[in-house]
Structure formats: structure tokens, C-alpha cells
């Protein structure tokens, strides 16, 4: 999800100084746990698939491989900068079942019913969830899909042995999640999905471990840069205490230096098919 995707949320990387190579390097990291709630939910060939928050445009290329030449995507984001850069990406690799387009996809006016809506990292944000989900299941032809994958911060952070400056670093991001008052609670996912009028969703709850060499410390390291303002505007470390531009150095020397594993934070991958109109 990129910055002010939707008109009412909490985005809290709005201060990042270079959001667009952190979204890339954060869609590397997920595209496999993605491309599985992908297979989860059944999206196939031929499909019309919604993509919500699709900021530089990762989840909307990957949908669109899997949906083919007789499939279409339409991405859509608040942030112009982030449309440009992805109708950019587009049209340098020549993918041409794909548009952008930039509004408020709670209120803006879609032509298409769709076979499917999808969204990354962006409920978690979102003010009034279940408003969106019902606005989004609207444009839904009847039995057409539902598809989320968002954080769940109730895992992350472990470490075996432990593993100190990977522990804090985790430690400071979800403080600053807690702070900014976000459900980071990945299984409040399915009474939201109820509350919206959907059918009980399916859900996974899916995470990664790794040593020295892991691309998670990059990910940590990262998210820690782009939340640094928060972490000081809420007291919850100073840029001294941080570090943040040796901090996925001293992440890997230390898993180095104790042979450890760490764990990443959780994905909640949460699906379901609509029967019928939604109300």
C-alpha cells in the first residue's frame, strides 16, 4: 500500500523520504506469501480483478500474469505520484492487461463488476474497514472474490538464541503501530469480514524465519527508517537510540555472531466469495 491511498486513513509511512524503493523492496519480500493467498482465494485466467492501494503497482503486475491476456486489473490509488510511477513500470515492460487509475476508491464511480478484489497491507489502515469492504463487495459480479493480505503484529520480534538489537527493532515498530492506534490484530479480520456482510472468510496466518543472510533484516531495517519520525513524535526512541543507517548491518552481524534465527512479522491472508448482492 503506498501513502494516502484512501481519503480516510492512518498511513503511517507518510513521512518516508523514499517510499517508492521501500514499497519495491517490500514487494520482493512478499510476493511469494502473496502469490499464495492468490492460489487460496482462486484467481484464474480470464478474471476482472480490483486492486486496492495498489501504490507502485507489485500486487496489480503479479494479478496480472495470473489472470492473462484475456484477464484485465485495474489498480487504483489516492497518490498520483505512485499511479505515474506504476502506469511507468507498465508500459516499460509492456504489460497491457493493466490500468491505473488515481481516486479514492471509496467513492469513486468504477464501470466495471468485477471477479475479484484484492488488497495488500492496506485494511490495516483504513478508518471505517467495514464500510470499504462493503462498498468493494458492491463491485462484485455474484460469487466473485474477496482478498486481503495485512499485517498481524501478534507475531514477529522472536528470536532463537536471542537476539537483542533484532528483538528492539521489532519491538519499537510495533509500539509505534500500538501508538498510532491500529488493529494489528490479525484475526479480528474475520469478525470485520462478518460485520461488512461478507460470508465467513477463510484465513492464514503466515510468517518467515531466517539467519544472517535473511532479506528480513533489510525489511526491519526499512520499516524502521520510514517510521523513524513516528518513533521520535511519540517518544518511543530517539534517532541516537536507532541507528537507523547501521541498523541492517548490526542486525546481520549480530545473527551472525550468535548463530540465531529471528521471525518476521505475521501475514494474515484472509479470503472469501461473495453469494449474491451485498447490502
Known amino acids: 500500500m503506498s501513502k494516502d491511498t484512501q481519503t480516510h486513513s492512518d498511513y503511517l509511512f507518510a513521512q518516508g523520504t523514499d517510499e517508492t524503493r521501500r514499497l519495491k523492496r517490500q514487494a520482493d519480500f512478499l510476493s511469494r506469501f502473496t502469490r499464495s493467498l492468490l492460489d487460496s482465494a482462486g484467481l484464474t485466467s480470464g478474471m476482472k480483478v480490483l486492486d486496492v492501494g495498489t501504490g507502485i503497482g507489485d500486487v496489480a503486475f503479479m494479478v496480472a500474469e495470473r489472470?492473462?491476456?484475456?484477464?484485465?486489473?485495474?489498480?487504483?490509488?489516492?497518490?498520483?505520484?505512485?499511479?505515474?510511477?506504476?502506469?511507468?513500470?507498465?508500459?516499460?515492460t509492456g504489460i497491457t492487461n493493466v490500468a491505473f487509475l488515481q481516486g479514492d476508491v471509496s467513492q469513486m464511480a468504477l464501470d466495471d463488476q468485477f471477479d475479484a478484489v484484492v488488497g495488500r497491507l492496506i485494511l490495516v489502515y483504513i478508518q471505517d474497514r467495514a464500510a470499504l469492504l462493503r462498498r468493494l463487495s458492491q463491485q462484485l459480479r455474484p460469487?466473485?472474490?474477496?482478498?486481503?493480505?495485512?499485517?498481524?503484529?501478534?507475531l514477529?520480534?522472536?528470536?532463537?538464541?536471542?537476539?537483542?538489537?533484532?528483538?528492539?527493532?521489532?519491538?519499537?515498530?510495533?509500539?509505534?503501530?500500538?501508538?498510532?492506534?491500529?488493529?494489528?490484530?490479525?484475526?479480528?479480520?474475520?469478525?470485520?469480514?462478518?460485520?461488512?456482510?461478507l460470508p465467513a472468510p477463510e484465513m492464514e496466518l503466515i510468517t518467515t524465519v531466517g539467519g544472517p543472510d535473511w532479506a528480513g533484516?533489510?525489511?526491519?531495517?526499512?520499516?524502521?527508517?520510514?517510521?523513524?519520525?513516528?518513533?521520535?513524535?511519540?517518544?518511543?526512541?530517539?534517532e541516537e537510540e536507532v541507528q537507523v543507517k547501521t541498523l541492517e548491518k548490526r542486525l546481520r552481524e549480530e545473527a551472525a555472531r550468535l548463530q540465531s534465527v529471528s521471525m518476521a512479522l505475521g501475514l494474515m491472508n484472509v479470503w472469501t466469495r461473495v453469494v449474491g448482492s451485498i447490502p
Not at 485495474?74 to 516499460?92: C, E, H, K, W, Y
Not at 532463537?160 to 527493532?169: K, R, S, T
Request: net charge negative; aromatic share 6%; glycine share 12%.
Open 143 to 154: 460469487g466473485g472474490m474477496v482478498a486481503f493480505q495485512e499485517l498481524d503484529l501478534t
Open 217 to 238: 533484516h533489510e525489511q526491519v531495517a526499512d520499516v524502521t527508517s520510514a517510521l523513524l519520525p513516528l518513533m521520535v513524535k511519540f517518544g518511543v526512541a530517539t
Open 67 to 92: 489472470v492473462g491476456p484475456q484477464g484485465t486489473v485495474t489498480g487504483v490509488d489516492l497518490n498520483p505520484a505512485m499511479i505515474d510511477f506504476a502506469r511507468q513500470r507498465a508500459q516499460a
Open 156 to 197: 514477529g520480534g522472536t528470536t532463537l538464541p536471542h537476539a537483542p538489537v533484532f528483538e528492539q527493532a521489532v519491538k519499537r515498530i510495533k509500539e509505534v503501530f500500538g501508538r498510532a492506534g491500529l488493529d494489528t490484530e490479525g484475526m479480528n479480520l474475520f469478525r470485520l469480514f462478518l460485520e461488512a456482510g
